[in-house]
């Protein structure tokens, strides 16, 4: 059972003192050391040192499980060693990653009767579960509904809590604590300077755990409910993907079974922001959590080729949905023959009428067009069947089915409800003008049509002569996954996570609503951030080419990672890229350490990158995609190592470079941002260039240094 407590002031309720890393430290026993009754540090040093042990033998039962004489045959052996390989991943002990970051001690038992005298217990929040030899709690999840005052309560709200107690580590080492007796009411309420250490402390290697710095707020939006979707509005380090993802991990645990037979989903902008967040997960007790780009969903064709801004915002319209629709059905023709199907010496005729009444039928119930099609020879046969019994016959299913499998039957449907591959129809509309016009009509203006058409601004020059030979875009892509799904249903997931929403198109929205169909989502984003031509104007819009018009938007503007002087300067912004957005306001006591430095070539931005990697940490050096060769090579020329995007920094290498349009959704302690104006420059339009250079002022933790020669933007002021 969790330890029982009175309510406890230890000897010492402040945070320790802080060790020259910034950490905070005491100088308690080690973990293995016996526990010094007059040294709190030390005794939950010890607890943590028994806590891995514990663990540690978990994982040990496991390991040594026997199923040689429990599973029946070698399929049910299989997945039970998968299973128990599963479970082992899951019980590793990630010695970077604390095992419990916080403690609370209740006034009573959580459930039980709260009579005056009746003793509390003591709970050690952690990323995972650890019991002990009897089964005993050490360590309880952070998803479970008893950790959950650790996020929400307050001095307002105590939710019977007596003693909030949060810990400070350095790498794996417990090394501070700091306390907050929140059923006291001669103890102010204050800001946990570990919680701000934890927010600032330099990152080195990929996405660090996050789930001890999770807010009142945010924690509300994690444990909603597996049922509603919910989209959150949030600027830059607002934590928007913290949130998305500590909700897919608590969604795993409390909807587990549920889950595990539908599939959840995080969907990210690229390959390289999918790397950053990985590490994630398991640290919140996740392991099976897929991911995914929409690129990777509609992936049905090879995709060798780009559109020009217009053709893409016109193939991204929802509109094409209709045109698609049209396009398809219009294979569905109606009979001009009966159908005679001969049996024996039998012959039965089935009117054209009648088969274009069922014809008639199907279409009215919309059903896809495959399932439709599927349908109709069971409904000739259907109609046969009813001739038969009328004359005498006694027919069963089996008769049914194989006059569904007559020649003729065959050959009805062939001719009036043909088989269409959705690669080959998106062709043809991308083609022939005439098809396209006549599906278009009353959808599409003439103009929007003649930019759809192949080598009008589309994507590519003379028409192909086949699907393989076509360079398809990304944006056809998504047209084709629309046909796909319109011949035969996409498969729904339980939950999506859909990070930097505000960069999809209408017809990406409903790619990724398919998915999710009879299931949830959760949508992240900042409308202030989207740099496409085609970026989300409202979420309510956006939410409805999702499928999700009943979708709760909150928003989130509270800033936890920018600091106050950074995100002030790029707030700039704000009133010519969003207006009417929230700007963020940090809560870092820490203003940050910000420079406009005029430069007079790459040289000087070398220099800026040395000076920010001589402070701890990860230094991302920002530029325009077509600055980008020649920094790499003055850098090469400096003997400065530097990393791609998606590549995890270590101590010796701490500098990315990174093109402008790959920055959204990353993080470094020190952002060095070349020239701004090019960052502007280098999008089709000056919204979007705009847009483009709030993400890049707006991804540093610490601080930022802007070199420019040209003019900075009139808009920064």
């Given at each position: 059972?969790?330890?029982?407590v009175?309510p406890?002031?230890?000897d010492t309720?402040?945070?320790?003192p802080d060790t020259p890393?910034g950490s ?5 026993t080690?973990a ?10 030390g005794?939950?040093?010890a607890?943590?040192?028994?806590s891995r ?20 045959n ?11 390989e599963d479970?082992?991943?899951a ?18 038992a959580?459930?039980?009767?709260r ?11 952690g990323r995972?579960?650890v ?12 998803r479970?509904p ?7 309560a307050?001095k ?9 107690r ?7 080492d ?7 007796h929140?059923s ?8 946990s300077?570990?919680l701000q ?5 330099p ?7 996050i ?13 909603g409910?597996l049922?509603?979707?919910v989209?959150?509005?949030?600027g ?10 500590h ?6 645990y ?8 539908t599939g959840?989903l ?16 398991p640290?919140?007790g996740?392991?099976s ?26 193939k991204g ?12 059905y219009?294979?569905?023709t109606p ?10 010496s039998?012959?039965?005729?089935v009117?054209a009428?009648?088969v ?6 199907l ?6 067009y ?5 349908a ?9 069947l ?6 005498g ?10 006059v ?6 065959k ?7 043909p088989?269409v591959?959705p690669?080959k129809?998106?062709?043809r509309?991308?083609?022939d ?7 278009a009509?009353g959808v599409?203006d003439?103009?929007?049509q003649?930019?759809?058409?192949w ?8 028409p ?6 076509a360079k398809?875009?990304?944006a056809?892509a998504?047209l ?11 498969h729904s997931?339980?939950?999506?996570v ?22 949830s ?8 951030q989207?740099?496409t031509?085609?970026?989300t104007?409202?979420w309510?819009?956006?939410l409805?080419?999702l ?9 989130l ?35 940050g ?11 000087d931005v ?16 920002i530029?325009a995609?077509?600055r ?18 998606g590549?995890?920094?270590?101590r ?11 920055a ?7 952002v ?11 999008e089709?339009d ?9 993400v890049?002022?707006t991804?540093?933790?610490?601080g930022?240094?802007?070199i ?10």
């Amino acid at each position: 059972m969790p330890t029982h407590v009175p309510p406890e002031r230890p000897d010492t309720d402040t945070t320790a003192p802080d060790t020259p890393a910034g950490s905070g430290s005491g100088t308690g026993t080690a973990a293995s050391a016996p526990p010094d009754p007059v040294d709190p540090l030390g005794r939950e040093r010890a607890h943590l040192g028994d806590s891995r042990a514990a663990l540690r033998a978990m994982r040990e039962d496991v390991e040594s499980l026997d199923i040689r004489d429990v599973t029946a045959n070698w399929v049910n052996a299989e997945v039970l060693a998968r299973q128990i390989e599963d479970r082992v991943k899951a019980l590793a002990d990630l010695s970077d990653t604390p095992l419990f970051f916080g403690r609370l001690d209740y006034q009573h038992a959580p459930g039980a009767d709260r009579a005056e005298g009746a003793a509390g217990e003591r709970f050690y929040i952690g990323r995972r579960h650890v019991h002990d030899h009897d089964g005993d709690p050490m360590v309880i999840d952070w998803r479970a509904p008893v950790s959950q005052p650790f996020y929400r309560a307050s001095k307002k709200d105590p939710m019977d809590v007596g003693l909030r107690r949060r810990f400070g580590y350095t790498g794996g080492d417990l090394t501070a604590y700091e306390d907050e007796h929140l059923s006291d009411p001669a103890e102010a309420a204050t800001t946990s300077k570990l919680l701000q250490r934890e927010i600032e402390r330099p990152r080195v290697g990929p996405m660090r755990d996050i789930v001890a710095t999770i807010q009142p707020e945010q924690d509300e939006i994690v444990r909603g409910g597996l049922g509603g979707s919910v989209c959150v509005q949030g600027g830059p380090g607002t934590g928007k993907t913290a949130v998305g993802l500590h909700r897919v991990a608590y969604l795993l645990y409390a909807h587990r079974e549920r889950l595990a037979r539908t599939g959840t989903l995080v969907i990210g902008p690229n390959r390289s922001f999918l790397h950053y967040i990985e590490q994630v997960l398991p640290a919140l007790g996740e392991l099976s959590v897929q991911q995914a780009t929409v690129d990777d969903l509609v992936a049905h064709v090879e995709v060798r080729g780009t559109d020009a801004a217009p053709a893409a915002v016109v193939k991204g319209d929802a509109r094409m949905a209709e045109v698609l629709r049209r396009a398809l059905y219009s294979h569905v023709t109606p009979p001009t023959e009966p159908v005679v199907v001969v049996r024996g010496s039998r012959r039965w005729r089935v009117p054209a009428y009648e088969v274009e009444a069922i014809v008639g039928e199907l279409l009215e119930r919309d059903i896809r067009y495959g399932a439709a099609r599927e349908a109709l020879p069971q409904r000739i046969a259907h109609a046969v069947l009813v001739q038969m019994e009328r004359s005498g016959e006694a027919p069963d299913d089996r008769v049914q089915d194989a006059v569904a499998r007559n020649s003729a039957v065959k050959a009805a449907v062939k001719a009036v409800w043909p088989a269409v591959d959705p690669a080959k129809l998106v062709l043809r509309l991308l083609t022939d003008a005439e098809f396209l016009a006549e599906h278009a009509a009353g959808v599409l203006d003439a103009d929007e049509q003649k930019t759809l058409l192949w080598g009008a601004g589309g994507s590519g020059g003379r028409p192909p002569r086949s699907v393989k030979a076509a360079k398809w875009s990304a944006a056809d892509a998504v047209l084709i996954d629309e046909a796909t799904d319109l011949v035969e249903r996409t498969h729904s997931l339980g939950h999506v996570v859909l990070d930097e929403a505000q960069d999809l198109s209408p017809m990406q929205y409903r790619a990724v609503g398919r998915r999710c169909t009879t299931g949830s989502a959760t949508v992240l984003g900042d409308l202030a951030q989207g740099t496409t031509p085609w970026a989300t104007r409202s979420w309510e819009e956006a939410l409805g080419h999702l499928g999700k018009s009943d979708a709760v938007v909150e928003e989130l503007t509270a800033g936890f990672r920018v600091p106050t002087d950074v995100i002030r300067y790029a707030s700039r912004l704000l009133p010519h890229i969003a207006p009417g957005l929230t700007p963020v306001a940090s809560v870092r006591e820490n203003p940050g350490a910000f420079a406009l430095r005029p430069g007079t070539g790459a040289d000087d931005v070398v220099a800026a990158c040395a000076e920010s990697l001589r402070q701890e940490g990860s230094t991302g050096l920002i530029a325009a995609d077509a600055r980008v060769p020649a920094l790499a090579a003055a850098l090469t020329a400096a003997g400065v190592p530097f990393l791609a995007p998606g590549e995890e920094t270590t101590r010796e290498t701490r500098l990315t470079l990174v093109p402008a349009s790959l920055a959204k959704g990353l993080e470094y302690d020190y952002v060095v941002l070349d020239e701004p104006r090019a960052v502007v420059d280098g999008e089709p339009d000056e919204r979007t260039g705009l847009r483009r250079l709030y993400v890049a002022l707006t991804r540093a933790v610490s601080g930022l240094t802007v070199i420019h020669t040209s003019p900075l933007p009139a808009e920064l002021g």
